[in-house]
């Protein structure tokens, strides 16, 4: 199985901040990479795909990047509406596999 | 619009069985394969087992294999779980989600609400 593995666990950011994601996969997994955000008693809800691709309806201020095992999702000028735990998961291989989410706390 | 909905979770002893059900609604059921995805309280999201649009092929993750089983009914856009043998780990919930694609190897384009499943006795 492909392991995915998110830094950091946890985060404390302020409205208006940069905030950045890792997410490693143990193995190369050629962009086949999405991002979903959730909140608390929430569904995750998709964000990105192929590793930067944006979803229809998401806000610009998300962008996904990387390539072969690292990945970035980047939120600039942070909203209220983004605290929330963020989880990256891959589709190259199966079974499909999430990392174990970052929460972007106030 | 797209809708997916849950229905079946609930309090269930230790190796007693319990059906979940998705009713999915605003697309074309048939052209998609369809997921069900759970997560246990406070940890992050594990894939459990995958329905391909054509019925050809379903999939399991090793920790549910021989335990869950899942259906579909094009006729109903309805898709089920099966859980039988139930574990204490398999307290969670659990989210049916759809693919992006017909075959079961992509991302998730839309979830359910989700539906929780308490294993105790």
New interface residues.
């Given amino acids: 199985d492909i392991q995915m593995t998110q830094s950091p666990s946890s985060l404390s950011a302020s409205i208006g901040d940069r905030v950045i994601i890792t997410c490693r996969a143990s193995q190369d997994i050629g962009e086949s990479l999405?991002w979903?955000q959730q909140k608390p008693g929430?569904?995750?809800?998709?964000l990105l795909?192929g590793a930067s691709r944006l979803?229809s309806g998401v806000p610009s201020r998300f962008s996904g990047g990387g390539s072969g095992t690292d990945y970035t999702l980047t939120i600039t000028s942070l909203q209220p509406e983004d605290f929330a735990t963020y989880?990256c998961?891959q589709?190259y291989g199966?079974?499909?596999?999430?990392?174990?989410?970052t929460k972007v706390e106030i | 619009q797209v809708q997916l909905v849950e229905s079946g979770g609930g309090v269930v002893q230790p190796g007693r069985s319990l059906r979940l059900s998705c009713v999915a609604s605003g697309f074309a059921f048939n052209s998609y394969a369809m997921h069900w995805v759970r997560q246990s309280p406070g940890k992050g999201l594990e894939w459990v087992a995958v329905f391909y649009s054509d019925g050809s092929k379903k999939f399991y993750a090793d920790s549910v294999k021989g335990r869950f089983t899942i259906s579909r009914d094009s006729a109903k856009n309805t898709l089920d779980l099966h859980m039988s043998s139930l574990r204490a780990e398999d307290t969670a919930i659990y989210y049916c989600a759809r693919d992006m694609a017909a075959i079961g190897e992509s991302y998730f384009e839309f979830w359910g609400p989700g539906s929780l499943v308490t294993v105790s006795s």
């Fill in positions: 999405a979903y929430k569904a995750p809800k998709l795909f979803q989880s998961q589709y199966t079974p499909l596999t999430f990392g174990q989410g």
